[in-house]
T-cell receptor
């Protein structure tokens, strides 16, 4: 099992550019979520999904869009990147009950 | 107000000694869960241990134990017999509410543990 796979691992963008961070899991987990990690801030929830076709906002959703067309995939879109979105992004998944989150390896994004 | 507070930005411990990483939390829910994750310098997030608010026993997983004091709202991580590989950032996190919906966690700011030989 690959677990949770995030691509790309590193990305540099210019202000105003758009991009999509990809996240795929092969564990048939219903729940998926995106977090961002900034120095001294811990991880903060951006968006989450409890199943295909269902998404909702977390603590810091502004500037990000998500969709969940399949159980396996949960992409995170930045429509117009800003320097404040420079961060490390983690995708995570879990089954509905009991287990802790399984995290991807992270994607480091720099916006110039 | 912070929901998860980790007051120790950095901690040092000698190899083979025990160390306690502090975590206090704030919630009005009766049902909640507390997690500890380890983040080594390579960056991945590794789940260590979980404590549910209704669990009567403190959680243990190998060398990790969670000292859960509900009245004090604290969930400290104890690592026994520290190893050099334990050097990492440690995050305390909380899930509020019923249903085991562990996807929606609130994290503390972390404690950087350094194990000295």
């Amino acid at each position: 099992n690959a677990g949770v796979t995030q691509t790309p691992k590193f990305q540099v963008l210019k202000t105003g550019q758009s991009m999509t961070l990809q996240c795929a899991q092969d564990m048939n987990h219903e729940y998926m979520s995106w977090y961002r990690q900034d120095p001294g801030m811990g991880l903060r929830l951006i968006h989450y999904s409890v199943g295909a076709g269902i998404t909702d906002q977390g603590e810091v959703p502004n500037g990000y869009n998500v969709s969940r067309s399949t159980t396996e995939d949960f992409p995170l879109r930045l429509l117009s990147a800003a320097p404040s979105q420079t961060s490390v992004y983690f995708c995570a998944s879990s089954p509905p009950r009991g287990s802790a989150l399984t995290f991807g390896a992270g994607s480091r994004l720099t916006v110039l | 107000a912070q929901k998860i507070t980790q007051t120790q930005p950095g901690m040092f411990v000698q190899e083979k000694e025990a160390v306690t990483l502090d975590c206090t939390y704030d919630t009005s829910d009766q049902s909640y869960g507390l997690f500890w994750y380890k983040q080594p310098s390579s960056g991945e997030m590794i789940f260590l241990i979980y404590q549910g608010s209704y669990d009567e026993q403190n959680a243990t997983e190998g060398r990790y134990s969670l000292n859960f004091q509900k009245a004090r709202k604290s969930a400290n991580l104890v690592i026994s017999a520290s190893q050099l590989g334990d050097s990492a950032m440690y995050f305390c996190a909380m899930r509020e509410g019923r249903g085991g919906s562990n996807y929606k966690l609130t994290f503390g700011k972390g404690t950087l543990l350094t194990v000295n030989p």
